[in-house]
């Protein structure tokens, strides 16, 4: 678990990408599902912060 935050922290493409596609994956999964009215509502916000974030940490280093 140290080993992830510590990727993470170092602002290095790879794991931030991971993250952003994640959360567009669940986005999709939050806005396909037909159970909870919560979850579809906020499935546009995560996809959008998923995508945003993608767009951004597209430009870090490697």
Known sequence: MMNIIYR???FRRGP????ATILIALGVIMLMQ?????????SFIVTL?????FIIVSHFPE
């Open 8 to 10: 993470l922290l170092r």
């Open 16 to 19: 931030w990408e991971m993250l």
């Open 34 to 42: 037909p159970f909870a009215i919560g979850l579809y509502s906020y």
């Open 49 to 53: 912060v998923g995508t945003v974030m």
